[in-house]
């Protein structure tokens, strides 16, 4: 494997839609590659977040930690909601998906995870964009692996501190606040596992949230 290398196929879009699919489960769209951006124009947009996704496959590895980014806007706020999964009717999350909040301005997302369940070689990347009428546009998308020191800084000088919501772990957890140089500043958020999807608080200070699972006397 080479350094930096995206791990998601086509991620910049530069071979139009290959390896990409669109599933309209109870909705309609239509998605457009154009300049290396896709442009999602909602149809029906159906009920549920799920009801309309775009997504791809993602070869995972257990105990590797991995930084996930996408640059993204919509033509109104909106949200969308981005999962990285087991690919099955059972909700199994990898990345703590994130339900992010989308400006009419391109705006960089990013985030980093720890895979922690066993390897998969065919993850499922998920942006699931049902449930709201407003079209949004997506491009420059990638998964690395965090081991490269520079693209650790980069990510960390880039986080956006308040990126909308997490989906907490099954397992005990908490929300902790790092400084940029590894220091723990608070812990604003616990919980005993399996709430779902819950908001990041705002902070102005400098740094990064992590959700961490915890065992008692940690």
């Known amino acids: ?7 998601i196929e086509n991620g910049n879009f530069s071979k139009g839609l290959k390896a990409w699919r669109v599933e309209s489960l109870k909705g309609k769209l239509n998605a457009v590659e154009k300049k290396k951006e896709v442009n999602f124009e909602i149809i029906e947009p159906g009920k549920e ?28 706020p909106r949200t969308l909601n981005v999962n990285i999964k087991r690919n099955c009717k059972d909700y199994v999350p990898y990345a703590n998906g994130r339900m992010v909040d ?4 391109w705006q960089d997302y990013s985030w ?3 895979m922690k369940q066993p390897d998969d070689a065919a993850a499922l990347l998920s942006f699931d964009m049902g449930g ?7 491009k420059e998308v990638s998964l690395k692996l965090a081991t490269d020191d520079s693209l650790d800084r980069n990510f960390k000088d880039r986080i956006q501190k308040n990126s909308g919501y997490f ?4 397992e005990p957890w908490e929300l902790r606040f790092y400084s940029l140089d590894g220091k723990l ?11 779902g999807m819950r908001a990041y608080p705002r902070e102005d200070r400098s740094g990064v949230f992590v959700v961490k699972e915890v065992v008692a006397g940690a």
């Open 167 to 170: 989906n907490a772990p099954n």
């Open 112 to 114: 980093k995870f720890t």
């Open 132 to 138: 709201n009428t407003v079209s949004w546009r997506l």
């Open 185 to 195: 500043l608070k812990v604003f958020d616990k919980g005993k596992g399996g709430e």
């Open 49 to 76: 977040s799920w009801s309309l996704k775009f997504c791809n496959e993602v070869s995972l590895l257990e105990g590797e930690s991995y930084i996930f980014e996408m640059k993204a806007k919509a033509d109104a």
């Open 102 to 105: 989308l400006s009419t301005d």
């Open 1 to 7: 494997m080479k350094k930096n290398q995206n791990l």
